[in-house]
């Protein structure tokens, strides 16, 4: 049977966040690095990311940094210069989306294409594989056959997104900001344009809906494909979330590891990629933490409901449903519900204009709640919370702790003793002490154990004692404290050792593109990049749109589909005839035309 390792990839706001990933069960996490992240407001400091990686490397869990944007010309020597830096410190690998890295003079870490390079195909994955990335991330959207194909013609690791918020362009291929703001998604500055409030019209001005966000995307949540996307053939399963805040990393992340334990002792042909067992103190609940609304996002091919992937009413987070408004006095309402609620709950619910509006409960009394401020409700109303006082409350304080399970053996020499400790992954550490054996009064076997088995504050815990001596010896436990303290940290010297693995520096290759022709669309900025497709086969390479915006092209291409979303598709709702297109999304100074092509079920985005 080949065991296979599966990676439970968290995000990392800054090193906090990245600590308690790690602590509630991520294999690795991946955070921004300094300079040149996707997100940049969630960039970090060497030093920042220097502790991360030191505390991860512990359980043998991995640290990506992102550096995931294109480049200018001017920005490849600092970019150069920071992979190095990266490594030195111990990063296990970069994300990037700029080819021109790839030409850079760099030092041997591990590369992984990003979803930002547009990975939907064999033939893309196979090419990505055969320039030597590490890892490739699939783009969102693809379901369970797509990725099993990918899986089935492929060698390279495959990580895919489980949980969190949704682009709901194709990654990488959106330039809906750019052209409107100066601010490129694609360098990290995206002003998400996918969730404001849009006037849907058609070609004659007809009004079709109003106040809407007909582009903003509930959140994935996969937790019930996780067997079937290892089954696939999945490697790494990851949790959007780079700027959550550390109480939704803490509970998304100890959520998917127990869902992934339970399958691991079901499937031993699955393990986790890393070393230790987490222990809460607290039951993880995804609906508790910021979430839009769910869906699997196309996951499975025959589920063709659409409509249950956007939520046209708020971009804002909406939380886990509580119950309905039942009656309405003079300063309180009461509640027929299905939770308890607490003093100092956050509640919000969908007003007469479909606007979520959100209120404070200052106090419960059974069901009655005492607002704040009274908000204007109707019976009936569905009520959600999406700030639970006390779930949060108990995420605020340590609520995991991580273990490596050890053997620890205490052995007779002629001199003295010998203890020897060996962790999960069979690595051992054995030292000899010279010490004079004085004959016990009284049976020490218990006492010895016990005291060998004190290892509270380390990073280890004690799953197997042995003690192998012939006779009764009297060993002070001060003596063994002083053994068990030195054998630890050679053991934790060792893991360290061991667990950095040598990679291969990246080659140069030549292997064909799966395209002869590059539009904006392959976001060329640099000419390192340039100089990679032409050496790649490619015949033509367009600049990309952040160095020369074009007119009348796409900036948008996506599976969501406003038409069918709002029920009159023409292939599978056999929509009615009443508007003229094309449609137009209209807010404030911005009106973006559709397009629908129906034959591959997209819609597109146009300056309008």
């Known amino acids: 049977m080949k065991i296979r390792n599966i ?24 955070i921004g690095a300094p300079q040149f992240s996707a997100r940049a407001a969630a960039g970090n400091s060497l030093e920042d990311i220097t502790r991360l990686v030191e505390f991860a490397h512990q359980f043998d869990a991995r640290v990506y940094v992102a550096l995931n944007t294109i480049l200018t010309d001017e ?30 003079n760099l030092p041997p870490i591990a590369i992984h294409a990003s979803t930002q390079t547009d990975n939907r195909t064999v033939e893309k994955v196979k090419f990505m594989e055969e320039c030597g990335f590490s890892q490739v991330v699939l783009a969102r959207e ?37 052209a409107y703001t100066n601010r490129s998604a694609n ?37 019930e494909s996780l067997e079937q996307l290892l089954d696939a053939g999945v490697t790494s399963l990851k949790i959007e979330g780079r700027l959550k805040d550390i ?43 910021f979430n839009r609304g769910f869906t699997d996002y196309y996951i499975d091919k025959k589920n063709k409901q659409q409509e249950s992937i956007a939520n046209f009413t708020t971009p804002k987070s909406q939380g886990e449903f509580v119950g309905f408004v039942k009656a309405i006095g003079r300063n309180y309402f009461t509640v027929s519900g299905i939770v308890p609620l607490n003093n100092g709950d956050g ?10 509006v959100g209120f404070r409960v200052n106090r419960v009394e ?29 995420l605020s304080k340590p609520t995991a702790e991580r273990k490596i399970n050890i053997a620890v053996e205490l052995s007779e020499i002629p001199f003295g003793f010998a203890l020897t400790m060996t962790d999960d992954k069979k690595r051992s550490v054995s030292v000899t002490f010279p010490y004079e054996k004085q004959p016990a009064q009284s049976p020490q076997r218990e006492n010895i154990s016990r005291q060998l ?44 050792i061991a667990f950095r693995q040598p990679i291969s520096r990246i080659k140069e290759t030549d292997h064909p593109f799966v395209e002869k022709k590059l539009t904006y669309l392959a976001n060329v900025a640099n000419k390192n990049a340039e100089r990679f497709y032409l050496r790649h086969q490619v015949t033509e390479v367009a600049p990309a749109f952040e160095l020369n915006p074009l007119k009348d092209v796409p900036l948008m291409f996506m599976k969501h589909c406003v038409k069918y979303s709002l029920g009159f598709c023409p292939v599978h709702q056999k929509g009615n005839g009443e508007f003229q297109e094309p449609l137009y999304l209209v807010t404030k100074n911005t009106r973006l035309r559709l397009e629908f092509d129906c034959k591959k079920c997209e819609m597109r985005v146009y300056q309008g």
Request: positive net charge; contains cysteine.
């Open 366 to 394: 059974e069901n009655r709640l005492f607002p704040a401020e009274m908000p204007t409700l109707k019976a009936k109303t569905r009520l959600y919370r999406n700030f639970d006082q006390e779930f949060e409350r108990q």
């Open 7 to 30: 990676e439970l990839l968290a995000p990392a706001r800054n090193a906090e966040t990245g600590i308690e990933a790690i602590r509630h069960g991520a294999d690795a996490v991946y």
């Open 75 to 104: 920005q490849l020597p600092d970019a150069e210069a920071l992979i190095h830096s990266l490594y030195k410190i111990g990063v296990d690998a970069i994300i990037v989306q700029d080819m021109g890295i790839l030409s850079l």
């Open 347 to 356: 509640l919000c619910f969908i007003n007469d204009k479909s606007d979520l």
């Open 247 to 289: 109480s939704y990393v803490k509970n998304i992340t100890a959520y998917y590891r127990q869902k992934l334990d339970q399958i691991f002792k079901r499937r031993p042909e699955y393990r986790a990629a890393s070393s230790g067992k987490c222990s809460f103190n607290f039951t993880p609940i995804p609906e508790k933490s």
């Open 142 to 178: 693809l379901t369970l056959p797509l990725i099993k194909e990918i899986a089935s013609n492929t060698k390279v690791p495959l990580e895919v997104f489980v949980h969190g918020a949704l682009c709901v362009s194709y990654s990488g291929q959106c330039y809906v900001s750019q």
């Open 453 to 496: 088995s004190k290892l509270g504050n380390t990073i280890f815990t004690a799953d197997k004692v042995e003690i192998k001596t012939r006779g009764e010896w009297f060993v002070p436990a001060s003596q063994l404290a002083e053994w068990r303290r030195i054998v630890v940290e050679r053991l934790v010297n060792v893991r360290s």
């Open 187 to 223: 360098r990290g500055e995206c002003a998400q344009f996918c969730r404001l409030p849009y006037r849907l019209e058609d070609a004659n001005g007809k009004v079709i809906a109003t106040n809407q966000h007909l582009l903003s995307l509930k959140d994935m949540n996969r937790s």
